[in-house]
């Protein structure tokens, strides 16, 4: 099993601050994805990177993946209380996916 | 479209009592479906992954004899938890992909919260 660390594992944060979660691996993977889980719910796909270097953008949300294939980081501008959830990185081992630990995000008024 | 239905969404049920979890993709087929498992303010941890028409590959540590899986057609496949305990519950979440390749994403249920008194 491939190991994903995501870091912080929590974080609070007012509306209007900007805030950065880092997905990091030892592994190369062909592709990253990340997930938003609300509680009692399935995680909802936010984006999938496979190129080396990529840079996403959805809204205020953007993605990159490391050039080495390694790593991710989702970085959120201007958090809103609608974006508090849990975060999660998800690495494809074969064909399943594995999943790093999260990041629960609260972002309050 | 590529929506994954799981059902029940919540199940109470007895110690020693089994639960059958349905997995559904509604409106696409899947020969390869997982199952997940979720501790509270953890992630998800992969149990099994399930193949139509042949038995499931399991996860180190997942006991196959308690965790029945049942894959009979391209858009149903089922976790039974058998001679249910307490430290059994937990959240169990199925997914899917499109046919596609391992780049393509999964499609996730919404989970069955399942607690054994």
């Known amino acids: 099993t491939q190991l994903l660390e995501q870091s912080p594992q929590f974080l609070s944060i007012q509306e209007g601050e900007n805030l950065t979660v880092y997905c990091n691996s030892s592994s190369v993977f062909s592709s990253l994805q990340w997930y938003r889980q609300e509680p009692g719910e399935g995680p909802v796909l936010l984006v999938t990177v496979v190129t080396g270097g990529e840079v996403k953008k959805l809204k205020r949300l953007t993605f990159q993946f490391g050039d080495a294939r390694k790593d991710s980081s989702l970085h959120i501008t201007a958090a809103q209380p609608g974006d508090t959830g849990l975060y999660l990185c998800a690495g494809s081992s074969g064909y399943a996916l594995n999943f790093g630990k999260g990041t629960s995000l609260l972002v309050t008024p | 479209g590529a929506v994954v239905s799981q059902h029940p969404s919540r199940v109470i049920c007895k110690s020693g009592t089994s639960v059958k979890i349905e997995c559904r993709s509604l409106?696409?087929?899947?020969?390869?479906m997982f199952w997940y498992r979720q501790f509270p303010k953890q992630s998800l941890m992969l149990m099994a992954t399930?193949?139509?028409?042949?038995?499931?590959?399991?996860e180190q540590g997942v006991e196959k004899d308690k965790f029945l899986i049942n894959h009979a057609s391209l858009t149903l496949s089922t976790l039974t938890v058998t001679s249910a305990h307490p430290e059994d519950s937990s959240f169990y979440i199925c997914s899917a992909r499109v046919l596609g390749g391992e780049n393509s994403p999964l499609h996730f249920g919404n989970g069955t919260r399942l607690t054994v008194t």
């Open positions: 409106d696409f087929q899947a020969t390869t």
């Open positions: 399930s193949n139509e028409g042949s038995k499931a590959t399991y």
